[in-house]
C-alpha cells in the first residue's frame, strides 16, 4: 500500500511559478513511476508528467519547457516545478504512483493517487 500527500498549491499571478511536492509512504517509492495529473473545473483528468524510477520523465505538450517533475528517491517525494504559469494551469493537481515500470500518461497505469492541490493562476 502507498499513501500520497500533495503540497505546495496555491494562489499565484500569470507568469509565477509553484512547486508541489508529493511525499509517498512505503519502502518501495524507488521502484515506482510517478505522476502528477490535473483536472479543471468542468473538465477531465489530464496527464501532465511522469517520471521512472530510472529518472526518465515524459511530459505533456501544454507544459513542455514550463513544467519540470523530479524525484528523490532518499525523501520519498516527487516534484513539480511549474514556471510560467498560466491561468488555464488552474485546476487540482494530483499525485500518482504506477508499480508499471514503463507507465505513462494513461490514468489506469497508476495503482495510487492522493487527494489532490488546489492551483489557482490568476490573470
Known amino acids: 500500500q502507498v499513501q500520497l500527500v500533495e503540497s505546495g498549491g496555491g494562489l499565484v499571478q500569470a507568469g509565477g511559478s509553484l512547486r508541489l511536492s508529493c511525499a509517498a509512504s512505503?519502502?518501495?517509492?524507488?521502484?515506482?513511476?510517478m505522476g502528477w495529473f490535473r483536472q479543471a473545473p468542468g473538465k477531465e483528468r489530464e496527464f501532465v508528467a511522469t517520471i521512472r524510477w530510472s529518472g526518465s520523465s515524459i511530459s505533456a505538450d501544454s507544459v513542455k519547457g514550463r513544467f519540470t517533475i523530479s524525484r528523490d528517491n532518499a525523501k520519498n517525494t516527487v516534484y513539480l516545478q511549474m514556471n510560467s504559469l498560466k491561468p488555464e494551469d488552474t485546476a487540482v493537481y494530483y499525485c500518482?504512483?504506477?508499480?508499471?515500470?514503463?507507465?505513462?500518461?494513461?490514468?489506469?497505469?497508476?495503482?495510487?493517487w492522493g487527494q489532490g492541490t488546489q492551483v489557482t493562476v490568476s490573470s
Open positions: 512505503g519502502r518501495t517509492f524507488s521502484s515506482y513511476a
Open positions: 500518482a504512483a504506477s508499480s508499471r515500470p514503463r507507465a505513462r500518461s494513461l490514468e489506469y497505469e497508476y495503482d495510487y
